[in-house]
């Protein structure tokens, strides 16, 4: 095959990969920007807590009331649990200095430093090991690795210029900030807040048409939590139907149906069945609501049942007919209040 004739400059290569370089680095600096901006957050509540504490003798039950309030004012965020908010207290307990945290530790994930928190009891032998994550830009396994291996004690505790070093930008350290979920929590754009208060609002109009419906739906909570293998979920809607004996999760999502959808709510389902799920109760049902500008797609499923039931043309299965509203009733139900909603809040429903 002949060699084509290239209309590029020779220096094309060398000026795409330095343009690239800077973009990765600019993006990187960015995400610690707004880590600092979350790190900083939980410093000051904590530090708000445990003033209240030595001052006016605030105690657990104080924590707790304080998690269910901020949890309830600000959903979407994963960080407001009393565990958390019990590590924000124990963070600026070991870190007085606010300008500490903004170029030290504020520069590594939340959950990096929980690690150093629960893991690290000396402050010279934690800020090392904070130091030489930035450095050499290590992930959360790669740092519990190092501290479980004293890797501290083995190469002595002189400290490097961490202050004026950028992790690389592949690093495991820049992965992490960037898929960092409490950061990601914490990041809320204007379109994204608006799409975000039109979503939570079409889950509290289902939940009332739902038990409006008199036919047996017993709400059991919204953003309803569920651990597995130590890792919290929320289900959007979850509620026990007291006809059909089982529980009944729901997910609203904007925008067309994916298949990964599916994936989730299956997890869901299993993990309710696991959980929750009493011997004498039925197998749980999934009800996956999706919303797009062309189509309100409806998805009932059920565990172990590999064919999806009640997409499209779908229909409910006999047994649940009496019992269920039907997806035409969802489907006109679900477009009817996204209409009222968007010309409430001014939303464009693309």
């Given at each position: 095959?002949?060699?084509?004739?290239?209309?590029?400059?020779?220096?094309?290569?060398?000026?795409?990969?330095?343009?690239?370089?800077?973009?990765?680095?600019?993006?990187?600096?960015?995400?610690?920007?707004?880590?600092?901006?979350?790190?900083?957050?939980?410093?000051?509540?904590?530090?708000?807590?445990?003033?209240?504490?030595?001052?006016?003798?605030?105690?657990?039950?104080?924590?707790?009331?304080?998690?269910?309030?901020?949890?309830?004012?600000?959903?979407?965020?994963?960080?407001?649990?009393?565990?958390?908010?019990?590590?924000?207290?124990?963070?600026?307990?070991?870190?007085?200095?606010?300008?500490?945290?903004?170029?030290?530790?504020?520069?590594?994930?939340?959950?990096?430093?929980?690690?150093?928190?629960?893991?690290?009891?000396?402050?010279?032998?934690?800020?090392?090991?904070?130091?030489?994550?930035?450095?050499?830009?290590?992930?959360?396994?790669?740092?519990?690795?190092?501290?479980?291996?004293?890797?501290?004690?083995?190469?002595?505790?002189?400290?490097?210029?961490?202050?004026?070093?950028?992790?690389?930008?592949?690093?495991?350290?820049?992965?992490?900030?960037?898929?960092?979920?409490?950061?990601?929590?914490?990041i809320t754009l204007s379109e994204g807040a608006l799409e975000r208060e039109l979503e939570q609002a079409l889950v509290s109009h289902i939940r009332e048409f739902l038990l409006e419906l008199g036919v047996g739906f017993s709400f059991m909570g919204n953003q309803f939590p569920i651990v597995?293998?130590?890792?919290?979920?929320?289900?959007?809607?979850?509620?026990?139907?007291?006809?059909?004996?089982?529980?009944?999760?729901?997910?609203?999502?904007?925008?067309?149906?994916?298949?990964?959808?599916?994936?989730?709510?299956?997890?869901?389902?299993?993990?309710?069945?696991?959980?929750?799920?009493?011997?004498?109760?039925?197998?749980?049902?999934?009800?996956?609501?999706?919303?797009?500008?062309?189509?309100?797609?409806?998805?009932?499923?059920?565990?172990?049942?590999?064919?999806?039931?009640?997409?499209?043309?779908?229909?409910?299965?006999?047994?649940?007919?009496?019992?269920?509203?039907?997806?035409?009733?969802?489907?006109?139900?679900?477009?009817?209040?996204?209409?009222?909603?968007?010309?409430?809040?001014?939303?464009?429903?693309?």
């Amino acid at each position: 095959m002949p060699r084509q004739l290239s209309f590029l400059p020779d220096d094309y290569d060398e000026f795409l990969r330095l343009l690239k370089e800077r973009i990765r680095t600019a993006q990187l600096r960015a995400v610690l920007s707004v880590n600092r901006e979350l790190i900083l957050l939980y410093w000051h509540i904590g530090r708000e807590i445990l003033h209240r504490q030595r001052q006016e003798g605030w105690g657990a039950k104080v924590i707790e009331r304080l998690a269910k309030d901020l949890k309830r004012d600000f959903p979407q965020m994963k960080g407001f649990s009393r565990s958390n908010l019990t590590y924000m207290r124990a963070f600026a307990e070991a870190y007085p200095d606010e300008q500490f945290v903004q170029q030290v530790v504020g520069q590594i994930p939340w959950g990096h430093n929980v690690r150093l928190l629960d893991m690290v009891k000396d402050p010279e032998a934690r800020l090392w090991y904070a130091c030489k994550a930035i450095e050499y830009g290590w992930s959360r396994n790669v740092l519990i690795h190092q501290i479980e291996s004293n890797l501290h004690q083995r190469q002595g505790s002189a400290i490097t210029n961490f202050a004026q070093t950028l992790p690389p930008s592949q690093s495991d350290l820049a992965q992490s900030l960037i898929k960092d979920p409490y950061m990601m929590d914490f990041i809320t754009l204007s379109e994204g807040a608006l799409e975000r208060e039109l979503e939570q609002a079409l889950v509290s109009h289902i939940r009332e048409f739902l038990l409006e419906l008199g036919v047996g739906f017993s709400f059991m909570g919204n953003q309803f939590p569920i651990v597995v293998d130590g890792k919290e979920y929320k289900i959007d809607l979850l509620f026990y139907h007291v006809k059909l004996r089982c529980y009944i999760v729901i997910e609203l999502k904007m925008g067309d149906f994916e298949p990964a959808y599916s994936g989730q709510m299956n997890f869901y389902v299993s993990a309710v069945d696991d959980l929750l799920r009493h011997p004498d109760d039925q197998p749980t049902i999934g009800l996956i609501l999706c919303r797009s500008k062309s189509k309100t797609t409806v998805e009932y499923a059920l565990r172990n049942v590999s064919t999806p039931i009640g997409v499209s043309t779908h229909r409910v299965p006999d047994q649940f007919k009496s019992t269920l509203p039907s997806i035409e009733e969802l489907e006109q139900e679900l477009e009817s209040a996204a209409t009222a909603l968007e010309a409430e809040i001014d939303v464009d429903p693309s």
